[in-house]
């Protein structure tokens, strides 16, 4: 099957790594900084309405400049991961632009110690009011900064500390080898083995990516243990009550919420994840499947291969079916560069969506392998592609990242791609074989996830008490997998090490737990799409999309009957997971 997969052009940004105008946009960084801090420094309590408005529309010029440089130093990176002149480029990037930052340290600082009545008297301006949501924010984290040199500090200390140790992961990740049958393998390689339909070769790719992963535990338990306690020691400086606060406060969701949410995915780990564990071992004719078959075909299943050309037709098919808006959005990432899909040697393995600019397209990055999962993969990032598109207008500085509510596109895109694909296959064993990939997805997303929140909880509270051992760690990882799997799945010594590949818990600490908040969110909003009750709901959830990074989850769930602040949100979501797995059970019976 020949497939002509598109690469990213990121000419849009900079022609490449030598483009003169890269050092032009340094100096001018450099320069527009140091300015910013003489003209205003001392003088945010004198400023007039309009004098304010001149520092946040310089402000949002150096977030511009800043976006264009380091997103194009990081994309250029990712897709080279072994070429020493990209990475070094990306931590030179990186560096300038930490040092020239430094003069503009003390304007959050300054800024939250004004009283709300200079800054609500600032807001009657017009145009400063369309600044209203990231005033809004910054005024959120006022009692968590610290003083100008402190904060100066932990500015220039992060190329050294944080973010040194994430960027020693990253490479040394990237650089991992494995052996099966004589033959090597990265690591997104070697994924794909996982997915065999041969029982033997699954076997040895899951005991090899362990066995690598055990001989590296004594550098990657190191750098696990410098970022625990690297993000201890601020959060203490900062007053923050627990680990997952900091993340808690950038999500905009109380920690009481993520408590309730990670306690009932637990309460229904025995009648989700235990219920189709069971049936998979059945369906592999064995008692117990091995950790590293959670995600196997199943042996009944035709293990259909898809061309480039054929998943996306599926995909556009099914965003035009669900909404011809959508469908013009997504178009254009095909139409036009923004989208790297081959796996190659010293490509980033996974796939992301990056958005460097605010007010311009996002980037997407893929592995593509022609598999099942790799047309839902492509499903997901468009849907974080889409997302960002749905809100360039509402500005640089307004626009903001949050975890919980940036998953809920591209895991909505995923759901209305699998129903589309659902819907049209008629054969009952094809149909067992597609619920059931679709079942481990978001058993792997809403149940996976928070088992991975509970080891980083564990994880970092007893980093509070001294470094935790690899021993320790892996024994944490056991517990926690164990628990969330269920009896039906064999979590031992040969995948006890296999922690120290989920990336998120180096360079986004509790990060997990947005994967299982936007999947029932998405459950949530797809029942009541379901149930009819909600009238034209792809333009109030297009809508919905371009709000996120503004409103409060009340005010953006309002309009389809949702609250997150209650149990039954979660409960919700979580019923449409056993519904799938009462079909699947269902079909068993009928089939076998």
Known sequence: MKNKFPAWDLSDLYKG???????????????RTKSFARKYKGKLATLSAGEFLAAVKDIEYRAKIAG?????????????????????????????????????????????????????????????????????????????????????????????????????????????????????????????????????TRLKAGREMNRVLKENSHLMTFIYNMVMKDKAIEDDKRGFKTPVSARNMSEDVSDESVEVLAKSVKKHYKDIAHRFYKLKAKWLGVDKINYWDRNAPLPFGYDQEYSWEQAVEIVLNAYKEFSPKLYAIAKDFFDHNWIDVPPRDGKRSGAFCSSPLAEGHPYLMLN??????????????????????????????????????????????????????????????????????????MINTAIRQIAFHFFELRA????????????????????????????????DKDSADIWSMVGHFFFL??????????DCFVNSLYKVNESGKVENFADKYLHMLSRTALDDYDDILKPFGLSPNREEFWEYGLSLIAEYIDQLEELDRKLF
């Open 17 to 31: 790594t030598d483009d003169p105008k890269i050092a032009k946009d340094l100096a001018a960084y450099a320069r």
């Open 68 to 200: 264009r440089l380091g997103g194009f130093a990081y994309l250029n990176m990712v897709t080279q991961m072994k070429n020493n002149e990209a990475v070094a480029f990306y931590q030179n990037i990186e560096e300038k632009l930490t040092d020239y930052a430094k003069p503009s340290v003390f304007f959050s600082v300054e800024f939250n110690h004004l009283p709300q009545a200079k800054i609500s008297e600032w807001l009657k301006n017009k145009e400063i009011k369309a600044y209203k949501y990231w005033i809004k924010r910054l005024r959120r984290f006022r009692k968590y900064e610290l003083s100008e040199p402190e904060e100066e500090i932990l500015l220039e200390k992060s190329l050294t500390s944080g973010d040194a140790w994430v960027r020693l992961y990253e490479e040394h990740s990237s650089r991992l080898e494995y052996m099966v049958d004589g033959k090597k393998y990265n690591d997104a390689e070697l994924s794909k083995l996982l997915l065999s339909q041969e029982a033997q």
């Open 460 to 491: 970092h509270q007893e980093r509070k008490k001294g470094e935790v051992s690899a021993e320790r760690l892996s024994q944490i990882w056991v517990e926690e997998m164990k628990d969330s799997l269920g009896d039906y799945v064999v979590v």
């Open 368 to 441: 593509f392998a022609g598999k099942q999962n790799d047309v839902l993969t492509l499903a997901h990032e468009l849907g974080h592609g889409c997302h960002h598109q749905l809100r360039v207008h509402n500005g640089t500085l307004n626009e903001h990242s949050r975890m919980t509510s940036e998953e809920v596109a591209s895991v909505f895109g995923e759901m209305i791609v699998f129903q589309s694909m659902l819907r049209n296959t008629k054969d009952d064993k094809a149909k067992l074989c597609l619920i059931a990939s679709n079942v481990g997805d």
């Open 509 to 518: 600490p509790f990060y997990v737990y947005a994967y299982s908040y936007a």
